[in-house]
């Protein structure tokens, strides 16, 4: 079975830095993208950034120059720098993997696989 452990999350002052780890394990045969979500209470999980196996990465608008996604694809294990936080980078942050073997849900092959989550908080 395939699980995505995120680690790294807490309590930052603005301006301050957390590095957030996503490891995944299981029976992997593969792994493609691998990213960031995050959600906010009353509001949409949206991405945060995301690397392809090859190293491409992509960021959302609000956060590019400050967070920084890199991978280790020995380790399976996604990370994400962020620098220069901000109170409305305050949120729930969802580590997700497009791999290989798919789950299947309710009868459909899924190849998304999240975390559980970890709780990031900026203050002011």
């Known amino acids: 079975q395939v699980q995505l452990v995120e680690s790294g999350g807490g309590l930052v002052q603005a301006g301050g830095s957390l590095r957030l780890s996503c490891a995944a394990s299981?029976?992997?045969?593969?792994?493609?993208?691998m990213g960031w979500y995050r959600q906010a209470p009353g509001k949409q999980r949206e991405l945060v950034a995301a690397?392809?196996?090859?190293?491409?990465?992509n960021y959302a608008d609000s956060v590019k120059g400050r967070f920084t996604i890199s991978r280790d694809n020995a380790k399976n294990t996604v990370y994400l720098q962020m620098n220069s936080l901000k109170p409305e980078d305050t949120a729930v942050y969802y580590c997700?993997?497009?791999?290989?073997?798919?789950?299947?849900?309710?009868?459909?092959?899924?190849?998304?696989?999240w975390g559980q989550g970890t709780q990031v908080t900026v203050s002011s």
């Open positions: 299981g029976s992997i045969f593969s792994i493609n993208a």
């Open positions: 690397i392809t196996s090859g190293g491409s990465t």
């Open positions: 997700n993997a497009d791999l290989f073997p798919p789950r299947v849900v309710a009868g459909v092959l899924e190849y998304d696989y």
